[in-house]
């Protein structure tokens, strides 16, 4: 996300605000200021203002805590977590990949709504002890309490992408074994939360003529756009499934001698043939691959004195597949946190072949182009 301020890391997860959500800091400010003047009429501008900032900050804390919630059990379970960014709509944990397992998305999913409610029940009972005190602990505690509270329950409604969706998701997987189809119900479900949103909070506008009811607008549109691109990408995957990485491989690889210089290639091969992978043999035997990304990152200088040998990337050190393996497979290789430049085409021992991401691309784009 870009223009996020990074904060540091907490259990090694780095966290970061986004520039959104400072908007949403200064509102929530003003409305509890509001609150707490009406609550508090012999306290003074100064007193209510700090004790609004506090809680406002503590409502910030307790998404926090929901995310790291969802990331800590990521961790564990072996799946990387890039960081947690707060934005304008809450809070959102970049999770390296999907679970490969329901029960896995399951756990991850069912964490941050879980904590959300017991902290919500612990705060809520702070509250209903603290009550009869003449001060401000209890309606801090009943605000948090309440935040709280919403913030699980919100996240449980069943609609990808929000948490019940995932649960869901996870769910129908599990049982039906169809990852394609769980997120298939979980994101037309999550369509269908986020149009009832639009639609309520807009009528509850006109009903009411408050501005602010039409938040939930914003976070239904919201919605509506991360459930949609779902089922876009669920159609991706449909299209990659009928192409096998040997078509797409037909379209890019070329073999070149290990003694060959980079400039040498560069002008017959990328310039003369729009040709972006190679393999390297050296006397006939395969030993290497070089993408055109690794020419684009070399300096231009060493191109006369680099040789391809010199350059490449060991066939060793790379994935190996069967040649007829689906495109949608290696799509999630290349998803990895660590993707490999790229997987080689083995069939019987041989290497027959290489595929980069650049390759997947350009045949799917060639193919759309031609209406296929
Ligand atoms: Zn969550």
């Known amino acids: 996300m870009r223009s996020t301020i990074r904060l540091g890391k ?26 707490f003047s009406l609550q508090f009429p012999r306290w003074n501008a100064g007193q209510t203002w700090v004790l609004a900032g506090m809680t406002g900050l503590l409502i910030f804390g307790s998404v926090l805590a929901h995310e790291l919630a969802h990331s800590v059990v990521a961790t564990t379970r072996g799946i990387p977590v890039r960081g ?22 399951f756990i991850i999913a069912v964490a941050g709504p879980l904590l959300s409610i017991v902290l919500g029940g612990i705060l ?30 919100f996240n449980l409604l069943p609609g990808f992408p929000l948490d019940g969706g995932r649960v869901l998701r996870a769910i129908i997987w599990g049982i039906s074994g169809n990852y394609r189809l769980a997120t298939d119900v979980s994101a037309r479900i999550g369509q269908g939360l986020a149009v009832f949103f639009i639609a ?7 009903l009411t003529g408050e501005a602010l009811r039409l938040w939930p607008v914003l976070i239904g549109l919201f919605l509506f756009s991360a459930a949609t691109s779902a089922i876009r990408e669920l159609r991706q995957r449909d299209r990659y499934r009928g192409v096998t990485a040997k078509q797409v491989a037909d379209a890019g690889c070329v073999v070149v001698d290990s003694a060959v210089l980079v400039s040498e290639v560069v002008e017959r091969h990328v310039l003369g043939q729009s040709q972006t992978c190679f393999i390297v043999s050296d006397r006939g035997v395969p030993t290497g691959v070089v993408h055109i990304q690794t020419i684009r990152a070399m300096p231009k200088e060493l191109w006369g004195a680099n040789t391809m040998g010199q350059s490449m990337t060991a066939m060793d050190s790379l994935p190996q597949v069967e040649p007829d393996t689906s495109v949608a497979d290696l799509v999630d290789v290349f998803e990895d946190d ?19 991401q650049i390759e997947i691309d350009r045949y799917m784009k060639t193919r759309q182009d031609l209406g296929m």
């Open 84 to 105: 947690i960014t707060l934005f304008v709509f809450g809070g959102v944990s970049n999770i390296g990949h999907d679970a490969r397992r329901p029960w896995v998305e």
């Open 10 to 35: 907490i259990f090694g997860i780095p966290v970061g605000i986004n520039s959104s959500w400072f908007l949403v800091i200064v509102l929530i400010t003003f409305l509890l200021h509001s609150e």
């Open 124 to 153: 809520m009972g702070v509250y209903w002890l603290t009550s009869n005190w003449n001060n401000s602990v209890y309606i801090v505690a009943l605000t948090l309490g309440l935040t709280n509270l919403a913030l699980g329950v």
């Open 200 to 206: 309520g909070s807009v009528s509850w506008f006109l």
């Open 338 to 356: 660590d993707p490999p430049t790229a997987v080689l085409l083995a069939s019987g021992g041989d290497i027959v072949g290489a595929v980069t």
